[in-house]
């Protein structure tokens, strides 16, 4: 490839990782305004877009960031998705710390009113959502595949140009001699 076409898709690789990180913070699903972000933002500082060799390839070194953007199917219910809960439900201690750092409020099942966030209440209360979890499963949220679809069409006449313009380059240089 060609000075050109090497510019052009490092500058596509930084905006598709740019707006990927986007799509990480700016989803709502349900009444939930930040699916998929956490306020450390880790996932979203881990996104690399690079190239290798001929390829762009993207990614996270995150273990957990491949079930974020494919989402995972539950008991009841199927997602498009290769990965399921089966037979075990997520882990309760991360629910239980999630549920501890959130303003969440428990309520009694029988009266309705708000009750005291107890060790056994949250343990509880983890223990619920982690099985509705398990049946409900979690929606993927594509954040990779959607930047790409977005900045494609923007940067598609660019690496065409540039491809162009780096084969036109190529071949004025095998017609002029080299003379010394």
């Known amino acids: ?4 076409t090497d510019k052009v898709f490092d500058e596509f690789a930084e905006e598709w990782r740019l707006a990927a990180m986007r799509n990480l ?4 699903i349900g009444k939930n305004n930040s699916y998929g972000a956490t306020r450390s933002r880790k996932l979203a500082k881990s996104l690399f877009v690079k190239r290798v060799g001929g390829e762009i390839v ?3 070194p995150l273990p957990y960031a491949k079930f974020i953007h494919y989402g995972v199917s539950g008991t009841k219910k199927k997602r498009n998705t290769p990965y399921a809960f089966t037979t075990k439900a997520p882990p309760t ?3 239980e ?5 959130k303003p969440v409020r428990l309520r009694d099942p029988k009266t309705g009113e708000f009750i005291k966030k107890t060790k056994a209440r949250l343990k509880s209360a983890a223990f619920v959502i982690a099985q ?4 409900r499963g979690v929606p993927g949220l594509a954040y990779f595949s959607e930047a790409f679809d977005t900045m494609y ?3 598609q006449s660019k690496i065409a140009e540039a491809i162009a313009l780096d084969a036109l380059d190529d071949l004025t240089d095998l017609d002029t001699p080299n003379f010394k």
């Open 1 to 4: 490839m060609g000075k050109r």
């Open 25 to 28: 913070g700016s989803r709502r």
């Open 58 to 60: 993207a990614g996270s």
């Open 93 to 95: 201690k991360p629910i």
């Open 97 to 101: 710390k999630w549920l501890r750092a």
């Open 132 to 135: 509705s979890i398990k049946k």
């Open 153 to 155: 069409p923007r940067f």
